[in-house]
């Protein structure tokens, strides 16, 4: 059984940063791409960040790119997303998502309990 918990969502105030951290219980870790998904009130979830199992190919979706950073410890079974200069918009649930190939381009076969990030003054 995978298990995948989130930690170090909250609130923040827009312009600031947040690390939100994933860790993973299963062998074969990097194996498998990871992905950070969110979902806003009434809106469909996206696929903020998307690491492959090596790490050496990372997609992102344009809203983010160029002030958040996903990067996975394959050591220690971690996947981790650091957000910078952070609006409004950006408040939803945070999902950690594992995928059952070592790249994906959206599918996901597990996902974390998510954690919520508030930006907002």
């Known amino acids: 059984q995978v298990q995948l918990v989130e930690s170090g969502g909250g609130l923040v105030q827009p312009g600031g940063s947040l690390r939100l951290s994933c860790a993973a219980s299963r062998p074969d870790f990097t194996k498998h791409a990871m992905g950070w998904i969110r979902q806003a009130p009434g809106k469909e979830r996206e696929s903020v960040a998307i690491i492959s199992g090596t790490g050496r190919s990372i997609h992102y979706v344009d809203s983010v790119k160029g002030r958040f950073i996903i990067c996975r410890d394959n050591v220690r079974s971690m996947v981790y997303l650091q957000m910078n200069s952070l609006k409004p918009e950006a408040t939803a649930v945070y999902y950690c998502?594992?995928?059952?190939?070592?790249?994906?381009?959206?599918?996901?076969?597990?996902w974390g309990q998510g954690t919520q990030v508030t930006v907002s003054s």
């Open positions: 998502a594992e995928s059952n190939l070592p790249w994906s381009t959206g599918a996901f076969g597990y």
